[in-house]
């Protein structure tokens, strides 16, 4: 069974650090992209950060470049998500998805093509 579990999520005050983990089991992330989306109240799903099976191709938006990180460590079956300067507009729900490319790919697909999903991790920035 293919399952996504992410952790590190909590309540961080205005300018703090999290970092999110998302562990895959039942299947090797060595032939996914990964990517991490959120959803605030009452807002649409949004997709934050993206890394490519290989790892060399990665994708932000624009509301979190020069803040969060993407990286991956297939050895040990996780992708991460490094968030730092949080502000409170970061609130929202935490989602890891994996999209199957290839071994080793640098294609990162789109928002839609994400198709396993972890069941999300609450961040919320608050003073």
């Known amino acids: 069974q293919l399952q996504l579990v992410e952790s590190g999520g909590g309540l961080v005050q205005p300018g703090g650090s999290l970092r999110l983990s998302c562990a895959a089991s039942g299947f090797t992330l060595n032939y996914y992209a990964i990517g991490w989306f959120r959803q605030a109240p009452g807002k649409e799903r949004e997709g934050v950060s993206y890394?490519?099976?290989?790892?060399?191709?990665?994708n932000y938006a624009d509301s979190v470049k020069g803040r969060f990180t993407i990286s991956r460590d297939n050895a040990k079956n996780t992708v991460y998500l490094q968030m730092n300067n949080l502000n409170l507009v970061d609130t929202a729900v935490y989602y890891c998805?994996?999209?199957?490319?290839?071994?080793?790919?640098?294609?990162?697909?789109?928002?839609?093509?994400?198709?396993?999903w972890g069941q999300g991790t609450q961040v919320t920035v608050s003073s």
């Open positions: 998805a994996a999209a199957f490319t290839s071994f080793y790919s640098d294609y990162v697909p789109g928002q839609n093509e994400y198709d396993v």
């Open positions: 890394i490519s099976s290989s790892g060399g191709s990665t």
